[in-house]
């Protein structure tokens, strides 16, 4: 059973830069591919990046893409997701996910969770 943690979250400025940490423990995390989604006060779960399990192949949403770049160390079991270029609405708590199988963008696609990290971006 695959258990996530997130780390990294904080205050930063607008234009600001942000790196983002996901541990993976208890499950055999090349099985996985890994994604990171966000949920703002009032909205659901959207999708931010994903990889697949070799780290061959990435997907991102419009609204971060060439801002926000994801990548893993399957020798650390580790997942990163870089924030560059922030804006305010970027505010959220940023979750971890993992699933087997391709990469997806749904949200119930993902069955392993981790407990999120806040991110807060200033004007």
């Known amino acids: 059973q695959l258990q996530l943690e997130e780390s990294g979250g904080g205050l930063v400025q607008a234009g600001g830069s942000l790196r983002l940490l996901c541990t993976a423990s208890?499950?055999?995390?090349?099985?996985?591919?890994m994604a990171w989604f966000r949920q703002a006060p009032g909205r659901e779960r959207e999708f931010v990046a994903a990889?697949?399990?070799?780290?061959?192949?990435?997907a991102y949403s419009d609204s971060v893409k060439g801002r926000f770049t994801i990548s893993r160390d399957n020798a650390k079991n580790t997942v990163h997701l870089q924030l560059s270029s922030v804006k305010p609405e970027d505010t959220a708590v940023y979750y971890c996910?993992?699933?087997?199988?391709?990469?997806?963008?749904?949200?119930?696609?993902?069955?392993?969770w981790g407990q999120g990290t806040q991110v807060t971006v200033s004007s």
């Open positions: 208890g499950g055999v995390f090349t099985d996985h591919v």
């Open positions: 996910g993992g699933r087997y199988g391709t990469v997806v963008t749904r949200t119930g696609a993902y069955g392993f």
């Open positions: 990889i697949a399990r070799s780290g061959g192949g990435t």
